[in-house]
């Protein structure tokens, strides 16, 4: 029983050893997910529309982000904000 303890002990040990480590990592970690990740924050780079400014119609939008240059060409919102997350698989590069 004694040694069962000690094994469960030395286990958790390893366990909260290793958690610790990886939530030191944290910054390095959210960087490698962002860009692994096929989607993220996108700043808008340039944009055309049609119309008086108060009542304008965006008619391309061009967003910049990890995965470079994504240009809306459908599923376009009524403005283009100019900070969105999107998915780079369904922007035309």
């Known amino acids: 029983m004694r040694q069962s303890n000690s094994l469960l002990f030395s286990m958790l040990s390893v ?15 959210l960087i490698a997910i ?3 990740l096929p989607f993220g924050v996108h700043m808008r780079w340039q944009y055309e ?5 108060s009542n304008k119609h965006f008619v391309r939008c061009d967003y910049i982000g990890s995965r470079g240059v994504l240009e809306a060409v459908t599923h376009l919102p009524p403005d283009c904000p100019f ?3 999107l998915d780079s698989r369904e922007w035309k590069r």
Do not use: S
């Open 34 to 36: 962002h860009f692994l």
């Open 83 to 85: 900070f969105t997350i």
């Open 49 to 53: 529309y049609v119309g008086h400014y």
């Open 15 to 29: 366990f909260f050893r290793f958690i610790g480590g990886a939530l030191r990592a944290w910054p390095i970690t």
